[in-house]
C-alpha cells in the first residue's frame, strides 16, 4: 500500500496533533500508522504519520504547500515522503562481504524497498557477487599517501547515482568532511563495536584485551568526529572466555549484519529523527 | 505529574485521530503520550493517550460526558482513568516467594504505582515478609476436597478491599470460573512457561523433557480456558544440557519474576487493551 | 589446526576422564578442548575431546584400534574423527532463499568447514544463486499425488553424493520415513517456531492468532514423528501487536537462519551428542 | 551433594588432565562437573574440577598434601575448597536498596550457598530490612572531608566479621587501595554501564547524552583503578527515545542485580580464575 510519511519535529505545546490530524482529517487522509514522542529533557515533540496516499486529493508537491503553514506555525522541521519513489542506496565496502552479501541478498528478496544504484569498493574482491545481483560495481582503490583522488572519484560516482543515501558495509576508510557534511544524517555506516566502547580501529581486540562477557554492533549516521555521530542500532552476542579474537569476529559478524540492515531499514522507511547527536527511531 | 488516561478501540476509520485531538486541544489538554495502532487483520483501531491533568478544566466525571458522544460517533470502547487514583491491588501467592517478594520489593522502592491492599495465601508460610511491608495477610487454606469454602472467603477478601485488580503471583491454584468472569482482565497469572508451550502443570519437567534450549514465562490474563487468556508479556532465558530442572527452576524464577513485574505494570499505567483474546500494550 | 575429535557417551562411574587422558597423554596427545558432562537424571556420562593431529603417532584407524578396548570397557557410544575430514552436505530447499542464500554464503566465505556437494529442490527457483557459488543444482519437482518417484531420486542424489549429513534449509517437504531411519541424527530440519509451540504448518499464523510476544526457530534432527525430534538450537525475537503476520515472517527469517546456521556449525564441528531424543551440545 | 572443588591454572603442555584425573581416579574420586580452557593466546591452560567428598578419603588438607607435588610439577596456581564450608560476604550498600534486597532474598531463600556475615552501609536507611532477615546491620557513616576513620572501620568489622568476600551491592564509595590489594579478587562490584563504557559517576545520565540503544551493568573484581577489574560478568536491556534518564535508572536496576547476583554465584562457587586482568568463569 502506498502511503505518504510525514516527520516532524518542533517544540512541544498544546495543539500540534489537533492541529495536524484535523489538517489530514479535512483531506480525509487515513491515517494508517501514527507515532509521537515528547521529549521531556529537550522539550521537543516529534511525529510521524504514514497516510495511505490513495486517501488524500493531493500529490507530494500540493501536500507540502498545504501543509507550509502548519509548518511554520509550530516552527516546525519536517519533511514528507512518499513511499512509491524508493530511495536510491550507494553502497560501499571494502574486502569483507558478510555486510554487503546481506543487504544484497535482502535487496534481491524483496526485503529492502530500495534501489541499490551501485556498489563502490576499495578493493576488487566482490565484483562478482556483486554484477551476479546485476547492480554495478566500481572499483575505486584508496592510495593511502593521497586519498583524495579517490574520494573525488567516490563523490563524482555518488553524484552520477544521485544517491539519497549512502552506506558504509564495513567499508574501513574514514570518508572526508566535506562528505560527511553534504550527505548529513545520509551516511549510514556499522561500527563492529558497542560504541561508545572501543572507538576506532580493531573494536575486537580491543575488547578481547578488557574481557568484556558481551560484543557488540552500532549502525550510525556518520558526522566527522569518528565514531560519534547519532546512534540508530545497536546490538550485542554473548561471549566468554572460550572465544578467541578470531570466534569474536566470527559472532560479531552476525551482529553487524543485522544492526546494519535494521538501522537501514528504519532509514529507508523515514522511521529516523536526528536532534541534538540523537535520534529518535519510530519503529 | 498527573495525568488522565483516555483508552479508546473502535473500528478503523478517517478521521479518529483527529476528533478526538481536537476535543483534547479544544480544552487545552496538553498530550504527554500518544501511541496508535491500525490492525489490519480485525480492521480495528487502538489508542492511547495521556493528558496534563492540570492542563484540563475538567475531573474525571466531567471528561466522561464531554467525551460520551465522540465515544458513541465512532462506537468506541474507550475508559479514561487518572494516574493519581491508584489501583488496588490483591496479591495471591502459595508458597514460593520470589514473585511475591519482588513485587512487595518494587511497592516498597515506589516502582509500582499502586495499592497493596492484602495478600491472600493457602499457606501460611509469607506471613512474616508480607507483614513487615506493612500489608495485611491473609491465610486462607484450600481444602482439595472441597474448595467452595476457601474461594468463597477469597471472594469475600477481595470484595472486603475493592480489589481493582488480582496477581495471582504463584498462586498454584485455579480460580473459580465466577472469579474469573467478575474480573475479567483484571486478573493477571504468571504461567512458569513460554506459553503456549507446557501448558499446566510442572512445566520445567515437560520443558527438561523435551530438552528445548530455552525456558521461558508468560504472563496473562486469567480466562476461564486454563492457561489460554491473552498474554500481556513473555521472556526466555537461555538453558543448556547442564541445566538440570532445579536449575531451569531456579534460572525460571528470574524470569517470572520480571515477567509478572512488566506485565502488572503495563496494566497499572493503563497500557494494556483487550481484542480477540490477543493484547495491545502500549508500553 | 588439524584436530582429532573424540565424542563418547557411557553410563557414568569412576575413572572415564583419568582412562580417556591418559591414553591421550601416553602417546603425547596434546588436548586443546576438553568437555565433559555428567547427567544426573539418566545416569550417563559424555565427553568431548579436541587432540592436535600432530601430537598423536595416530591415523584414524590406529586411533581407533588402540581406543576400542577402552570403549568396551566403559560400555562406550563412541566416533573420533578428523577435522581435515570435511563433511559432505547435501541442502534442500524449496522457494524461499534466506535460508539457503546465508548458509551458502557461509560456505563461501569460509565460515563454515564443510563441502557442499549439491543443493536438492523442488522448484526451480534458486538455480542461479547456487549455481553462482559453483554448486550443483537439482531439480525434484514433488508430486502431490504421488512422493514416491522424486523421494527415490533424492536418495540417488543423496547416495550419489555421499552424503555425511542433509540439511532442510525451509525444504517444506516431509522426509519419507525411510530416508529418516538412514540419516538418524544427520538430517537437520529448521522449524519456523520455537518448539513445542506451532508444531505443523504455518506457525507465524498459529503465533499471531495466540498473540504470543515472542516468536523463535528451532533447528533439530529429522525423526519420522513430525517436529519432534531432538533439538539442536534455538532462538526468539520480540514482536508486539505492530508486528503483522508478514512482519512476523520477515523478523522469524533471521532467527531461522541464525538457529539453522549455528545447528549445522555444532554438527559440522562433531559438538553434538543425542541421548533420548535430546542433545547435548558442547559448545 | 557435599563436593571438593579444584581450581587449577597453569601453562599448558601435554598431560595436565591424564596427571590430575589420574590422581583423582587412584584414589576414586568421583568427578561430579569438569571444566577445562586452553587459552591460545597466553598459552595457558585452566581447569575446575568437582569432585564428589564422599568418594575420596581425604579431608582437604591430606588432599592438599597428596597434590602438592602434581601442583610443583606443572607450575600451577592451584586451591582446593570444600562446599560444605560457605563462604562468609559482607555486604556493603548505601541508600539504594534493590541490590541489597535482591541478594538477601536470595539468600533466605536459599538460592546462594554462603553465610552473609552482616551489612555495612554508609546511610541508615535500610537497617529495618536487613535486621528483618536476621543479619547484623553496621552504619557507618563517611566524612567527605576525611574519609579515613570511616575506612579504618569498615577494615575492623570486615576482619571482625572474619569475611571471605565482600560484595559492593551499590555502595556507591570506592575502597582504599589498601582494602583492594587485601581482598584482591574477593571484593565483587556492580557497576552501572556497560563497561568499559561510562567509567566513574552517573553511567546513565552518559548513555542518555550518548543516545545509546541497550544499557547495561557489570559486575567486576574491585582493584585500584576505578572500574577497571577483571568483569566476571555484564548484562544489557533495551532502551529507546522514550526512555527518560529516569526510566534507564529503573530498567536498570534489574539489570544491575541480576549481573551482581550470578557474579556472586560464579564466585562462592568457585567458578572464576583470574588470569591477566581477565576471567576465566566456568559456569
Known sequence: MRTYRLLAACPDRVGIVAKVSNFLATYNGWI???????????GWFFMRYEIRADSLPFDLESFRQAFAPIGREFGMQ?????SAQKKRVVLMASRESHCLA???????SDELDCEISCVIANHDVLRSMVEWHGIPFHHVPVDPA?????????????AEHQADVIVLARYMQILPPQLCREFAHRVINIHHSFLPSFIGAKPYHQASLRGVKLIGATSHYVTEELDAGPIIEQDVVRVSHRDSIEEMVRLGRDVEKMVLARGLRY?????????????VVFD
Open 32 to 42: 494508517s500508522e501514527a507515532s509521537h514522542h515528547s521529549d521531556n529533557q529537550s
Open 102 to 108: 546481506d543487504l544484497l541478498h535482502r535487496w534481491h
Open 78 to 82: 519536517w519533511q514528507i515522503g512518499d
Open 267 to 279: 532509514h529507508l522507511e523515514d522511521r529516523v529523527l536526528v536532534h541534538d547527536n540523537k535520534t
Open 146 to 158: 593521497d586519498k583524495a583522488p579517490a574520494f573525488a572519484e567516490v563523490s563524482r560516482l555518488v
